[in-house]
């Protein structure tokens, strides 16, 4: 069993001859030799902590080999403390191992790995080019120029000719709002006001270097694109399915299929347990008869963020998971509303997957139907309580 790290991997042998430890280096010359080291033992069972990405380049190897390995959370396997090294840690991974007492994290195959880390890559990049144009609000600020009280969007077709203008030193006015396009037109007056400002030479520099910056972050989110909807062709129906949940686009969708896979069922028997996984369920600590702190688990953290932020956008729609958001937030709050829309996601998603159906939305007053259900059960059992024989009748739409 392998304690590993960033440069070495301590390895513990535990055969019917007895105990064997040795150290590795991570370069993959070693790490082939590692393995032949284990197939000499004739081990069949491999475990290991999921230490940052440091166990791919083992995966990797093994998974040519006829060796069953375990990536393990580091959090289940602790040892006692203040016996800590790297040979009692491989030791005591070897021990539990033998017991019985490891649970495997999801490792997905190779395939659902590269485009996990294409989809992730993206994810990134995307979030780079937000805080550029968030960095370019604050050039345009601390240069008097008031274009984003004016448009929607400082980077948007008109906006974005008028501040390339503005970055090759052009200051005319009637030259720079010309530049509008469409409705911008009708606030011309407006757009001079808001133009003009005391702009330094550093300040054109900085709104050209971030412009061609998010030029090339949109070109290779572009590129990004075309290579993921290449290699998800096979899952386009489930891509649909998960579209037509309110909140949840192409590219949120694209994001759970490359984190959760394509053999849901196989992988989580019940949706509370796939829930559970995203780290989207209160945790559970209870002592002496005592709830203490049920805070929500820390899981898969793409997935989590991107539900999360597909959950806040239905803040305002007219459906049953924007009802569900108001509903929360008037309770708990924002954040724990976002928390429970992404849950309800998820577990929609989960049963949309295995069923292979389209999603059916519940309406916006699913909620005060069901509460006029209770008002109705309620007040019949309030009238049979007085001894009233009660008959309940729907109206007669006329």
């Not at 790995?113 to 992730?120: C, M």
């Not at 004016?150 to 005319?172: K, Q």
């Not at 049963?351 to 916006?364: I, P």
Request: net charge positive; charged share 30%; glycine share 6%.
């Amino acid at each position: 069993m392998w304690d590993v790290h960033k440069d070495t991997i301590t390895a513990c042998a535990i055969t019917p001859e007895g105990k064997e430890i040795k150290t590795f280096s991570t370069k993959t010359i070693y790490l082939i030799e590692l393995v032949d080291w284990v197939k000499k033992r004739n081990c069949t069972h491999v475990a290991m902590e999921s230490t940052s990405v440091y166990w791919k380049p083992i995966v990797n190897l093994l998974e040519a080999e006829d060796i069953e390995f375990l990536v393990v959370n580091a959090q289940h396997i602790k040892a006692v403390p203040g016996r800590k090294t790297d040979v009692k840690d491989a030791e005591w991974i070897a021990k539990l191992l033998r017991h019985g007492l490891l649970k495997a994290s999801y490792i997905p195959d190779r395939n659902q790995r590269e485009l996990r880390e294409l989809v992730r890559y993206r994810r990134s990049i995307i979030e780079e080019r937000a805080r550029q144009h968030n960095r370019m609000q604050k050039v345009l600020e601390g240069a008097n120029i008031k274009l984003g009280s004016v448009v929607s969007d400082v980077l948007g077709v008109s906006a974005r000719d008028m501040l390339r203008c503005i970055a090759e030193g052009n200051d005319d006015l009637e030259e720079l709002s010309n530049l509008a396009r469409g409705v911008m037109k009708k606030k011309k007056e407006e757009l001079k006001l808001a133009l003009q400002g005391c702009i330094k030479d550093h300040q054109r520099f900085m709104i050209k270097t971030i412009l061609d910056h998010i030029d090339l972050l949109t070109d290779q989110i572009d590129k990004l694109d075309k290579e993921i909807s290449k290699r998800m062709e096979e899952s386009q129906e489930d891509i649909e399915r998960l579209d037509s949940i309110p909140g949840i686009g192409r590219k949120v969708a694209e994001q759970m299929i490359a984190e959760l896979g394509t053999n849901i069922k196989e992988q989580f028997p019940t949706a509370p347990q796939m829930c559970s996984w995203a780290g989207l369920v209160p945790g559970n600590n209870q002592s002496a008869g005592k709830r203490k702190s049920s805070k929500t688990l820390n899981g898969n953290k793409y997935l989590k963020s991107s539900l999360v932020e597909a959950a806040h956008s239905v803040r305002g729609s007219k459906n049953y998971l924007g009802a569900l958001y108001r509903r929360t937030a008037s309770r708990k709050g924002k954040k724990r509303a976002g928390i429970v829309v992404a849950h309800a996601m998820l577990r929609i998603s989960y049963y949309l997957l295995t069923r292979k159906e389209m999603y059916v939305d519940l309406g916006e007053d699913y909620f005060d139907k069901q509460k006029q259900q209770s008002i109705v059960k309620h007040s019949l059992r309030r009238l049979e309580g007085l001894g009233y024989n009660v008959t309940i009748e729907e109206p007669k739409v006329s």
